[in-house]
């Protein structure tokens, strides 16, 4: 019991630490771009590399985790983002920053394939949902923390870099705590079948409610970010306010997404996953609904709450919902999962925005309840099939 609570604070500790890189960046861009006398677009588009990164590190993770083994590749990323955090700190060259972040991001998003192999590997059945939903509120904890530290370094005419060193320093003590624990709970096969020769490795079972559960969490992660993209601009035009009014819905729906995350924990305790992300669908499906059709500008601070508690697990709800279609879950199941919500989250500024040139702003917004209502079908489609098949089989 000892070692599973240590390789779950491990999994916990990779979402902190990708959170803390990630979620104040926008805090970042203008001391960035003084520090280096760069051009805040410049810098801006660091955080794409950051995003880039991620998704190419779920994309690499889903070849080498099970090849490099667990505990190698968990060393390895977190010495990478303790030295690259180091790099930040103590550059002078906006190159430099680049390289870092880049290197974060694809060690980051390794982290959290790894996350999700250390649950899938060490619980089963509820409690293994729960503690995938509580990876979720550990990112939004992160969410909160680390942009504190960065505004106390601001305050204080410290340098932009002390909130990732703070981050660095979590990430060198994630890597000295994995260096200490066992992970043979993870490696399935172990390194002890390999010296053996032996060459019959359990492959990943995949079926239609696990591919599913990637399509799913694509087109949530579609819909989400073009919401966060979006919806300042057509909170704007819409009710002929202050853009800087407007954006509060950004931080309304943050705030509420830390809350949701904790009581989304609570809730998948009690209820299977598929009925809590079938709920929770039908739910962003409804508010969304509202958000994009109410004339009342009063009702848009309460609805967006009510849209940050719906989607404050998205990610590893779908990782959940889809492991338990499979008997034993493997590394590639999960990172296939997390590469679709990479893909999502990376691609949606892009593809929002070419639509919005063609079809128009107003039209991209009534698009997000449309996507949550294919998500629901997909969702009940899929649970449809399940039960035929145990049917069929039984």
């Known amino acids: 019991m000892k070692n599973k609570i240590s390789l779950t604070i491990l999994s ?38 950051l995003n880039g990164g991620a998704l190419a590190g779920t994309i690499a993770a889903f070849f080498l985790i099970e090849k490099i083994g667990v505990k190698r590749i968990t060393l390895l990323s977190y010495i990478s983002i303790a030295l690259s955090a180091a790099a930040l700190h103590f550059t002078s060259s906006l190159s430099v920053v680049m390289m870092a972040m880049t290197v974060i991001g694809l060690c980051g998003g390794i982290g959290l394939c790894i996350a999700g192999t250390i649950v899938v590997s060490v619980w089963k059945d509820k409690i293994q949902s729960t503690m995938l939903v509580v990876q979720d509120a550990t990112f939004n904890v992160a969410g909160v923390v680390f942009p504190l530290i960065t505004t106390y370094a601001l305050s204080n005419a410290l340098s932009w870099s002390y909130s990732y060193l703070a981050v660095g320093l979590v990430a060198l003590g994630t890597a000295m705590m994995a260096l200490m624990t066992n992970f043979d709970l993870c490696d399935r096969q172990g390194e002890k079948s390999a010296d053996k020769g032996d060459l019959s490795a359990e492959k990943s079972e995949w079926n239609f409610s696990i591919i599913s559960a990637g399509i799913g969490l694509f087109l949530g992660m579609l819909a989400l970010y073009t919401f966060l993209t979006w919806a300042p601009m057509f909170v704007k035009e819409k009710f002929d306010i202050p853009f800087e009014e407007a954006g ?115 039209t991209v917004m009534y698009a997000i309840p449309v996507i949550y209502a294919i998500i629901l079908a997909m969702l009940v489609i899929s649970r449809r099939q399940t039960a035929e098949n145990s049917l069929a089989t039984a």
């Open 248 to 362: 509060n819905i950004i931080t309304q729906y943050w705030s509420a997404a830390l809350v949701g995350a904790l009581i989304s924990t609570v809730i998948v305790s009690r209820v299977k996953i598929q009925h809590f992300l079938m709920g929770m669908m039908a739910l962003a499906f409804i508010i969304t609904s509202l958000i994009v059709t109410t004339d009342k500008l009063e009702w848009m601070g309460y609805l967006t709450y009510g849209y940050g508690f719906a989607c404050a697990a998205l990610y590893n709800a779908f990782i959940a919902y889809g492991v338990s279609f499979v008997k034993q879950a493997s590394s590639k199941n999960v990172s296939y999962i997390l590469i679709s919500g990479s893909a999502g989250a990376m691609f949606s500024p892009a593809i929002s925005s070419m639509f919005e040139s063609i079809i128009g702003l107003q």
């Open 12 to 49: 916990f500790l990779a979402n902190f630490i990708m959170a803390g890189f990630a979620t104040q960046f926008g805090m970042l861009i203008e001391p960035i771009a003084e520090k280096f006398a760069a051009n805040v677009n410049e810098v801006a588009s660091i955080f794409s590399l």
